[in-house]
């Protein structure tokens, strides 16, 4: 007999798909905060995979590559669940922003708590009514502000079964970075799930390439899990790309205020004395160029053309 498969107190059948809205909040107008997640199951039972999107209301590439997947019914599997939330901050994507109306960062709520802030009860009742369900997740992110980041993969580094899965991923880049406390990814990881956090694009964009990124990834994944057959639409990134293990990195800051101009790209590896960039003021006196202090791979690069001293220009990863 097949397993029970019980979310958000509705039952879900072998072979069906069943969009059910987790209903957690209001507007100031009592107008419903509805939360829709996508479960499709499939024909046998097997392991779940949560593909998430918009834990931050403004990385809208997350939420595409989420919505795509739906929209080309990807997302239905032939054995095990797969779950998707396209969108869980909605208070951000309404407003364009990364946080909540009160402005705390969802993504530093978790595991959160039935009597805290409507941020916190959000990473509560996520963590509470969905999370248990779930035996690996893809987590989509994009940079903030004006700063892209180059499609990457993030993981602690310390597991082998999160690295093999990341290697699956085929994202360009897979990046040693340890999750923060109160964090949705440090959260999953302590209660045993394996967890990939997608990095690629910027805040409030929609970029094909880091779309293609992110799509590609998760089919190579479902494929990995056996939850779908992706034969004809896997490409495998050990043998055609294999993805560059950053070990380490470092953030390049400003150390002037000015009219910031880049020399590089992100993904590019850059060489040690290399120059980067130039700031200047904006009448013309004055330009200053510096250089690449040590050998390595541009993970982000900012895009705003006015810089403040101390803002993060490029954040560049070792092997």
Request: charged letters at 20%.
């Amino acid at each position: 007999m097949p397993s029970e498969f019980k979310i958000l107190n509705k039952k879900v059948e072998l072979g069906e798909t069943v969009t059910i809205n987790m209903d957690i909040a209001r507007l100031t107008t009592r107008s419903k905060i509805d939360i829709p997640v996508i479960v499709s199951r499939g024909k046998v039972d097997g392991p779940c995979l949560l593909l998430i999107g918009g834990i931050h209301g403004d990385e809208t590439n997350g939420i595409e590559i989420v919505r795509q997947l739906i929209a080309s019914g990807q997302h239905k599997p032939n054995k095990g669940t797969i779950i998707c939330i396209p969108l869980l901050n909605v208070f951000g994507f309404l407003n364009q922003s990364r946080e909540f109306p009160d402005g705390r960062d969802l993504n530093r709520m978790f595991p959160g708590s039935n009597t805290g802030s409507s941020a916190s009860k959000f990473a509560y009742y996520l963590m509470k009514e969905v999370i248990p369900k779930v035996d690996y997740c893809i987590d989509y992110h994009t940079g903030g502000a004006q700063r892209f980041n180059y499609s990457q993969v993030r993981i602690n580094g310390t597991d082998e079964a999160t690295l093999e899965l990341a290697k699956v991923f085929g994202a360009p880049f897979i990046v040693f970075s340890k999750s923060q406390e109160k964090t949705f990814r440090n959260s999953m990881v302590k209660l045993g799930k394996k967890v990939l956090l997608f990095e690629g694009g910027k805040s409030l964009n929609l970029d094909k390439k880091v779309t293609k990124s992110g799509i590609q990834g998760a089919l190579n994944v479902m494929h990995f899990l056996g939850l779908r057959e992706h034969v004809s639409q896997i490409l495998d990134p050990l043998v055609q790309n294999p993805p560059v293990v950053i070990q380490s990195s470092k953030w390049i800051r400003a150390t002037h205020s000015g009219m910031y101009r880049s020399y590089i790209s992100a993904g590019q590896k850059v060489e040690k004395g290399a120059r980067l960039g130039s700031i200047s003021d904006p009448y013309g006196a004055y330009e200053k160029v510096f250089k690449n202090p040590q050998e390595g791979y541009i993970l982000n690069s900012n895009h705003s053309p006015v810089v403040i001293q101390g803002d993060a220009l490029l954040h560049i990863g070792f092997e």
